[in-house]
């Protein structure tokens, strides 16, 4: 089934994408900031819904909004926010901030104005039924090394935050 | 008004980058750790919109095997930065980047 | 005009469910009765918990309100929407307001994807399960808010028990759903399929339901997911974020009325949802037992009378109770009650008998009945366990379901693997 | 043994340093709080769920028993020691007149030596009943309540038709007994204890094997019985930890010398030990009961004792085995009608020292476990 309405929905989503992003960023608790990433994130997976990738979409919230962000959420929770939120929050290096942002932001602009011509006129078809199906076959076809190398990564992650978050090991 | 309505790669790739200029101010200005955090997170899904926008020009499904690894990634980087996160907040009780000012203690 | 009452009309006709057919006009009709089925549901799940326990425990349940108390659980949510909405003085008014909801969305919007027949569905999707998985995965976030928002002690330490608790036991949940997944894709193309209808119609190809397959490790696949579903919804004996005696109420410590109510409704709508994963994915999901060994039009004829007479057996019941009412004059309204509601139970047995009706309404029926069976086991654990201690549950997540679940999975891929290659090669 | 004086292997002063220490959680548990029986506050230190240590908050259920006892006669004292432990009110009954009767050098006749017997060991097993159902609902269990509300009521029956009362009973008097049993009293005994006995296997069936009960209640609240001795820990909590000490063996008093029943004790000293040791009470009392029934004399029910107490000026201690463990009477007369000084040495207050010793390093879930395992009531503990 096509997506309905997709000019409509791609405002919506990206509007609620960027007014969540500017909270992260602007927001005194983390735990607010943490929700507004939550709210991005979900906006997101939709936003994946209509570019045909629903198996993305489905890893987005299963993994980022329910694992990545809870575990967030349980650190802010474990760690004392009161002190940190009384304090200054943003450091002396702003305006070197904004600089180096909108630097980049002028770069992007020059990308996208410059480079749009070498894309496609209209996007290509893309079959949504079988989508699952072919990301496996690719992840466990030419992607199998990389996959690997993956599961060896978390594995270094695991041991590393292991290590680093006990007490006494 | 005709190119506003009719949603093309660019409108995702411009969303992208603004995401990704949202996660950058994050990362460069606020003190405290978990929203440098989030930042990040908000730099990897800007990268993940713009893999899978290609992904959906191009008709392949590269982009989004990308995507997935990046996801895989971002979970561990979530996990080792909150435990380096708790180390930090163990020995210095305080969750502020800017005291993050000794190789050793 | 005609063309509305042919899009209208066009669902009827196919054989998809209305989601993947694009049609809106059914796609709303399912919502409203899935959601509605759901709350009545909930309300019955209400009454029948406090019964089943009452009488497990020597003691009657309600009594007053209603024959038989059949109304408590209207009166119970009559008093809950009238009572004050209290918010601490410093709770983090948003998100407190907030998080009963996420709670309930995330409970209710996986019922998106739950089969009840193959086109009784709102839609089906190509990542039907991680759907599911993922979406029933958020409700944990709604705990998190109203345990920290709260800005109390008890809530947030229910509110730190259930988050760990619910990630911990996804990870087991996960395996064991992916086992499932992997005997899916025994067929002739290879490929399995995440779909909710695509795997009971795996279920329905291959003739067995997915838990006697490759026995005993479809049976231990179910035993992980059954015992992970009872955590994962906070439930007795692994009901540590409200254990009363405890955290006198873990997370919902500081609700009340109408917001209290909303984490009730989502609890039991969550315990639907599970139970209802459990069965599609086991069970065999809507279809009716032995639909090949029992096959053919007279067993189809036969089986397609169950759910009339399950709903004429409920309703003889209810008479051989209007006849053992106390004849006093006091109960005289009461014992009306009661014959009125045998009346309904009745007619609607009647109603099912009509072939038209009783050929459409049986997999949803034999779906329902799959269902029920794990709300009374939900029940019967609440009446004969005691409660599981933190560390004791954390113990057996990690250490004896997670290792267990690989097992399986490697277990399941070796045993198909060597099927294909041997067997069928 | 150890000096008397100090704990062995625990230092109690000295807090165990927290995972973070800016995070040490401090949690109000009760006044109000469905697990703490009654109005117990206890402040609990935690790191995470772990306890650092707690703080027992008592006296909200204080009534000043011990001051009202100044200013009553010994009769008109008698039914408040009933509103003591209210759950075992008939043991604490037998205490106070069996102090005053050997302050007055008087001793109940044979005949209401053993219905005072029947009716304590009744109340034991009532109590013990109470302890189960209410422990195993802290647990998690909510099931057993309702088994043992249901068998406790046969006890309270039988104390409806002796005396009138169900719970406060108030059924003995000093030098005897008030009222001569009723027509058929033996036989409802005998019926109780008839129907009773499958009972107890029926409790245990659902707990003893019961792997989560099993869980929950090994090694938790591990006290040894050198830190009991020192804390004065008395009762099945001292007897789970191996120390055979029985007051109605040890210093036996009513008549208890004439009936044969054994001690039980437990290992480990833990919870599990003395859910055990309670259960196997239970048994011992249906058989010292059975034992009273039919060895039950006739003759008279009351001693002679003035109307008008005036006992010679001297002071008195005496301590009979309560449910919870050693309930103390101690008395000072000065020769008047009323008492100088009365002091009752509690079991669950005592008992209550202990929660700290054993709840330190365990979880928050421990806490409500141990509490239920100290069977502690707030009536007795604040008098």
């Given at each position: 089934m096509a997506p309905v309405a997709t000019p409509f929905f791609f405002y919506l989503l990206s509007g609620i994408m960027l007014i969540g992003g500017i909270l992260v960023i602007t927001r005194k608790n983390p735990v607010h900031s943490a929700l507004a990433l939550i709210v991005t994130l979900l906006a997101q997976a939709s936003i994946y819904l209509m570019l045909y990738a629903p198996f993305v979409a489905g890893v987005q919230i299963i993994l980022?909004?329910?694992?990545i962000m809870v575990l967030f959420l349980f650190v802010i929770m474990l760690v004392s926010i009161d002190r940190s939120m009384r304090?200054?929050?943003?450091?002396?290096q702003w305006v070197a901030g904004i600089i180096a942002a909108t630097a980049l932001g002028g770069l992007f602009i020059a990308v996208y104005t410059k480079g749009t011509?070498?894309?496609?006129e209209h996007a290509l078809p893309v079959v949504e039924n079988d989508n699952t199906q072919k990301i496996a076959t690719m992840l466990y076809g030419q992607y199998m090394f990389a996959f690997e190398i993956a599961s060896l990564l978390l594995l270094v992650a695991i041991i590393g935050a292991v290590v680093m978050a006990k007490k006494k090991i | 008004m005709e190119s506003m309505l009719h949603i093309t790669t660019l409108h995702y790739l411009v969303l992208g980058a603004a995401l990704f200029l949202l996660g950058v101010i994050g990362v460069l200005t606020r003190r405290n750790v978990v929203i440098v955090l989030m930042s990040i997170e908000l730099i990897l899904n800007a990268v993940n919109l713009n893999l899978v926008a290609f992904s959906r020009m191009w008709g392949g499904l590269h982009g989004q095997v990308f995507a997935i690894f990046i996801i895989t990634d971002a979970a561990a980087e979530a996990a080792v930065g909150l435990g380096i996160l708790i180390a930090f907040f163990r020995n210095k009780e305080t969750i502020n980047i800017d005291e993050v000012n000794l190789l050793k203690w | 005009m005609g063309r509305i009452i042919l899009y209208i009309q066009s669902?009827?006709?196919?054989?998809?469910?209305p989601g993947a057919a694009g049609n809106m006009f059914w796609v709303l009709v399912y919502i409203m009765l899935v959601f509605g089925g759901l709350s009545v549901a909930v309300i019955a799940m209400n009454w029948l918990e406090r019964k089943i326990l009452a009488h497990m425990q020597v003691r009657l349940g309600p009594?007053?309100?209603?024959?038989?108390?059949?109304l408590q659980p209207i009166a119970d949510a009559l008093k809950l929407l009238l009572k004050e909405d209290i918010m601490p003085a410093e709770a983090d008014g948003v998100i407190f307001w907030v998080a009963p909801f996420v709670v309930v969305l995330a409970a209710f919007t996986?019922?998106?994807?739950?089969?009840?027949?193959?086109?009784?569905?709102i839609t089906d999707m190509n990542i039907g399960i991680l759907f599911m998985l993922g979406v029933s995965s958020l409700s944990v976030l709604g705990i998190v808010m109203a345990g920290w928002a709260s800005n109390s002690h008890y809530p947030l330490i229910g509110a730190l028990r259930s988050s760990a608790q619910m990630v911990s036991y996804e990870v087991a949940m996960g395996l064991a759903v992916v086992s499932v997944v992997l005997m899916t894709?025994?067929?002739?193309?290879?490929t399995g399929t995440l779909s909710m209808i695509g795997i009971v119609q795996a279920q329905q190809s291959q003739g067995v339901w997915f838990i006697f397959k490759f026995f005993p490790l479809g049976l231990i696949g179910f035993f992980i997911f059954a015992v992970a579903m009872v955590a994962e919804t906070n439930r007795?004996?692994?009901?540590l974020a409200e254990a009363e005696s405890e955290?006198?109420?873990?997370?919902?410590?500081?609700y009340s009325g109408f917001r209290w109510s909303l984490f009730f409704l989502a609890e039991y709508s969550a315990m639907i949802a599970v139970s209802s994963i459990a069965v599609t994915l086991w069970?065999?999901?809507w279809l009716r037992p032995f639909p090949n060994a029992l096959s053919g039009s007279t067993w189809d004829f036969m089986f397609s009378f169950f759910p009339a007479a399950a709903f004429l057996f409920l309703a003889a019941i209810t008479f051989f109770n209007v006849v053992r009412m106390?004849?006093?004059?006091?109960f005289r309204i009461q014992t009306i009650g009661l014959a009125g509601f045998g009346v309904v139970l009745g007619l609607i047995g009647l109603v099912l008998l009509v072939p038209a009706v009783r050929m459409r309404v049986q997999d949803i029926f034999w779906f329902s009945a799959k269902v029920a069976a794990f709300m009374y086991l939900y029940i019967w654990y609440r009446g004969t366990f005691p409660r599981y201690r933190f560390d004791q549950l954390m113990r057996m997540g990690w250490k004896v379901l997670l290792p267990m679940g690989l097992g399986v999975l490697i277990l399941t891929a070796g045993v198909a693997l060597l099927q294909q290659n041997l067997w069928h090669p | 043994m150890a000096d008397q004086n100090t704990l062995t292997?625990?230092?109690?002063?000295t807090p165990e340093k927290p995972?973070?220490?800016?995070?040490?959680l401090v949690i109000n548990m009760?006044?109000?709080?469905?697990?703490?029986?009654?109005?117990l506050r206890v402040i609990l230190r935690l790191d995470g769920e772990k306890v650092l240590g707690l703080e027992c908050v008592i006296?909200?259920?204080?009534?000043g028993v011990e001051k009202i006892g100044e200013n009553r006669t010994y009769t008109m004292f008698?039914?408040?020691?009933?509103?003591?432990d209210y759950v075992a009110a008939v043991s604490n009954g037998l205490g106070y007149c069996e102090t005053v009767e050997k302050l007055l050098n008087v001793e109940a006749p044979p005949r209401a030596q053993y219905v005072r017997v029947i009716l304590t060991e009744l109340n034991r097993i009532a109590s013990h009943q109470l302890w189960l159902g209410t422990h195993a609902l802290d647990i998690g269990a909510i099931t057993p309540l309702f088994y043992t509300f249901r068998d406790r009521e046969e006890i309270l029956k039988i104390y409806e038709k002796y005396c009138?009362?169900?719970?406060?009973?108030?059924?003995?008097?000093?030098?005897?007994?008030?009222y001569e049993t009723y027509n058929g009293f033996e036989a409802d005994v005998q019926n109780f204890l008839n129907f009773f006995r499958p009972k107890i296997d029926e409790y245990e069936e659902l707990l003893t094997t019961n792997r989560i009960w099993v869980e929950r209640t090994k090694n938790v609240g591990k006290i040894s019985a050198e830190d009991c001795i020192a804390l004065g820990v008395t009762g099945p909590v001292l007897r789970a930890s191996?120390?055979?000490?029985d007051i109605r063996k040890?210093?036996?008093?009513?008549?208890?010398?004439n009936f044969d029943f054994e001690i039980p004790t437990g290992q480990h000293g833990d919870t599990y030990d003395r859910y055990l040791v309670r259960m196997a009470e239970m048994r011992q009392s249906v058989r010292i009961i059975e034992q009273a029934i039919d060895a039950i004399p006739e003759g008279?029910?009351?001693?002679?004792?003035?109307?008008v107490m005036k006992p010679p000026a001297g002071e008195v201690y005496h301590s009979i085995e309560a449910p919870k463990g050693e309930l103390g009477y101690f008395i000072v007369s000065?020769?008047?009608?009323?008492?100088?000084r009365l002091r009752v040495r509690p079991p669950s207050f005592v008992n209550l020292q202990a929660l700290d010793l054993m709840c330190r390093g365990q979880l928050v879930a421990d806490v409500i476990a141990v509490i239920g395992t100290l069977d502690i009531v707030l009536g007795e503990v604040d008098r």
């Amino acid at each position: 089934m096509a997506p309905v309405a997709t000019p409509f929905f791609f405002y919506l989503l990206s509007g609620i994408m960027l007014i969540g992003g500017i909270l992260v960023i602007t927001r005194k608790n983390p735990v607010h900031s943490a929700l507004a990433l939550i709210v991005t994130l979900l906006a997101q997976a939709s936003i994946y819904l209509m570019l045909y990738a629903p198996f993305v979409a489905g890893v987005q919230i299963i993994l980022y909004a329910g694992g990545i962000m809870v575990l967030f959420l349980f650190v802010i929770m474990l760690v004392s926010i009161d002190r940190s939120m009384r304090e200054r929050q943003f450091n002396s290096q702003w305006v070197a901030g904004i600089i180096a942002a909108t630097a980049l932001g002028g770069l992007f602009i020059a990308v996208y104005t410059k480079g749009t011509s070498i894309f496609p006129e209209h996007a290509l078809p893309v079959v949504e039924n079988d989508n699952t199906q072919k990301i496996a076959t690719m992840l466990y076809g030419q992607y199998m090394f990389a996959f690997e190398i993956a599961s060896l990564l978390l594995l270094v992650a695991i041991i590393g935050a292991v290590v680093m978050a006990k007490k006494k090991i | 008004m005709e190119s506003m309505l009719h949603i093309t790669t660019l409108h995702y790739l411009v969303l992208g980058a603004a995401l990704f200029l949202l996660g950058v101010i994050g990362v460069l200005t606020r003190r405290n750790v978990v929203i440098v955090l989030m930042s990040i997170e908000l730099i990897l899904n800007a990268v993940n919109l713009n893999l899978v926008a290609f992904s959906r020009m191009w008709g392949g499904l590269h982009g989004q095997v990308f995507a997935i690894f990046i996801i895989t990634d971002a979970a561990a980087e979530a996990a080792v930065g909150l435990g380096i996160l708790i180390a930090f907040f163990r020995n210095k009780e305080t969750i502020n980047i800017d005291e993050v000012n000794l190789l050793k203690w | 005009m005609g063309r509305i009452i042919l899009y209208i009309q066009s669902y009827l006709s196919s054989d998809q469910t209305p989601g993947a057919a694009g049609n809106m006009f059914w796609v709303l009709v399912y919502i409203m009765l899935v959601f509605g089925g759901l709350s009545v549901a909930v309300i019955a799940m209400n009454w029948l918990e406090r019964k089943i326990l009452a009488h497990m425990q020597v003691r009657l349940g309600p009594m007053r309100v209603g024959p038989h108390g059949l109304l408590q659980p209207i009166a119970d949510a009559l008093k809950l929407l009238l009572k004050e909405d209290i918010m601490p003085a410093e709770a983090d008014g948003v998100i407190f307001w907030v998080a009963p909801f996420v709670v309930v969305l995330a409970a209710f919007t996986v019922f998106v994807v739950v089969p009840f027949g193959p086109t009784h569905a709102i839609t089906d999707m190509n990542i039907g399960i991680l759907f599911m998985l993922g979406v029933s995965s958020l409700s944990v976030l709604g705990i998190v808010m109203a345990g920290w928002a709260s800005n109390s002690h008890y809530p947030l330490i229910g509110a730190l028990r259930s988050s760990a608790q619910m990630v911990s036991y996804e990870v087991a949940m996960g395996l064991a759903v992916v086992s499932v997944v992997l005997m899916t894709s025994l067929n002739a193309t290879g490929t399995g399929t995440l779909s909710m209808i695509g795997i009971v119609q795996a279920q329905q190809s291959q003739g067995v339901w997915f838990i006697f397959k490759f026995f005993p490790l479809g049976l231990i696949g179910f035993f992980i997911f059954a015992v992970a579903m009872v955590a994962e919804t906070n439930r007795a004996p692994f009901d540590l974020a409200e254990a009363e005696s405890e955290l006198t109420a873990g997370f919902h410590t500081e609700y009340s009325g109408f917001r209290w109510s909303l984490f009730f409704l989502a609890e039991y709508s969550a315990m639907i949802a599970v139970s209802s994963i459990a069965v599609t994915l086991w069970l065999g999901g809507w279809l009716r037992p032995f639909p090949n060994a029992l096959s053919g039009s007279t067993w189809d004829f036969m089986f397609s009378f169950f759910p009339a007479a399950a709903f004429l057996f409920l309703a003889a019941i209810t008479f051989f109770n209007v006849v053992r009412m106390p004849k006093h004059p006091l109960f005289r309204i009461q014992t009306i009650g009661l014959a009125g509601f045998g009346v309904v139970l009745g007619l609607i047995g009647l109603v099912l008998l009509v072939p038209a009706v009783r050929m459409r309404v049986q997999d949803i029926f034999w779906f329902s009945a799959k269902v029920a069976a794990f709300m009374y086991l939900y029940i019967w654990y609440r009446g004969t366990f005691p409660r599981y201690r933190f560390d004791q549950l954390m113990r057996m997540g990690w250490k004896v379901l997670l290792p267990m679940g690989l097992g399986v999975l490697i277990l399941t891929a070796g045993v198909a693997l060597l099927q294909q290659n041997l067997w069928h090669p | 043994m150890a000096d008397q004086n100090t704990l062995t292997h625990l230092d109690l002063e000295t807090p165990e340093k927290p995972f973070l220490d800016a995070n040490e959680l401090v949690i109000n548990m009760g006044p109000q709080h469905p697990a703490t029986h009654g109005v117990l506050r206890v402040i609990l230190r935690l790191d995470g769920e772990k306890v650092l240590g707690l703080e027992c908050v008592i006296g909200y259920l204080h009534r000043g028993v011990e001051k009202i006892g100044e200013n009553r006669t010994y009769t008109m004292f008698n039914p408040y020691v009933d509103r003591m432990d209210y759950v075992a009110a008939v043991s604490n009954g037998l205490g106070y007149c069996e102090t005053v009767e050997k302050l007055l050098n008087v001793e109940a006749p044979p005949r209401a030596q053993y219905v005072r017997v029947i009716l304590t060991e009744l109340n034991r097993i009532a109590s013990h009943q109470l302890w189960l159902g209410t422990h195993a609902l802290d647990i998690g269990a909510i099931t057993p309540l309702f088994y043992t509300f249901r068998d406790r009521e046969e006890i309270l029956k039988i104390y409806e038709k002796y005396c009138g009362a169900r719970l406060t009973t108030h059924a003995f008097r000093i030098g005897g007994l008030q009222y001569e049993t009723y027509n058929g009293f033996e036989a409802d005994v005998q019926n109780f204890l008839n129907f009773f006995r499958p009972k107890i296997d029926e409790y245990e069936e659902l707990l003893t094997t019961n792997r989560i009960w099993v869980e929950r209640t090994k090694n938790v609240g591990k006290i040894s019985a050198e830190d009991c001795i020192a804390l004065g820990v008395t009762g099945p909590v001292l007897r789970a930890s191996g120390v055979k000490w029985d007051i109605r063996k040890a210093l036996p008093y009513a008549n208890y010398k004439n009936f044969d029943f054994e001690i039980p004790t437990g290992q480990h000293g833990d919870t599990y030990d003395r859910y055990l040791v309670r259960m196997a009470e239970m048994r011992q009392s249906v058989r010292i009961i059975e034992q009273a029934i039919d060895a039950i004399p006739e003759g008279p029910i009351m001693a002679k004792v003035p109307k008008v107490m005036k006992p010679p000026a001297g002071e008195v201690y005496h301590s009979i085995e309560a449910p919870k463990g050693e309930l103390g009477y101690f008395i000072v007369s000065d020769g008047s009608t009323q008492p100088y000084r009365l002091r009752v040495r509690p079991p669950s207050f005592v008992n209550l020292q202990a929660l700290d010793l054993m709840c330190r390093g365990q979880l928050v879930a421990d806490v409500i476990a141990v509490i239920g395992t100290l069977d502690i009531v707030l009536g007795e503990v604040d008098r």
